[in-house]
């Protein structure tokens, strides 16, 4: 029942909960398609991930390229890949936040929030 003894109306309902589905669909699209850019080392080593958080690319600076050290560089590209894919967090939380909120704040499995 809703607040104030009054019965809820199915058809609201419905049509509310299409269009909170609609958002979701628009907004995960949204993610689908932004790219975001993380970056280590002052910028040797650049990553692009979308705004779901998938790897696009990786630019490395050659000045980045020691062969007697790639420990150092594999450092630096885990650290951009996690960089970009925190921006792709604070994206998702913009984008879907306030769906979650609009579903009782339950949140997305599997997507942080």
Do not use: C, W, Y
Not at 5 to 24: E, F, I, S, V
Not at 74 to 100: M, Y
Request: glycine share 16%; net charge negative; no cysteine.
């Amino acid at each position: 029942m809703i607040p104030g003894g009054g019965q809820p109306n199915m058809q609201a309902l419905l049509q509310q909960a299409q269009k909170m589905q609609q958002d979701l669909a628009a907004a995960q699209q949204e993610l689908a398609e932004a790219m975001v850019e993380g970056s280590a080392g002052g910028g040797l080593v650049r990553a692009t991930v979308t705004g779901a958080g998938e790897l696009r690319a990786l630019v490395i600076d050659p000045k980045a390229v020691d062969p007697d050290d790639t420990e150092t560089l594999a450092d630096l590209v885990v650290a951009a890949v996690h960089n970009a894919n925190e921006a792709a967090q604070s994206l998702q939380q913009e984008k879907l936040g306030p769906l979650a909120q609009g579903l009782g704040g339950g949140g997305f499995p599997g997507l942080g929030l």
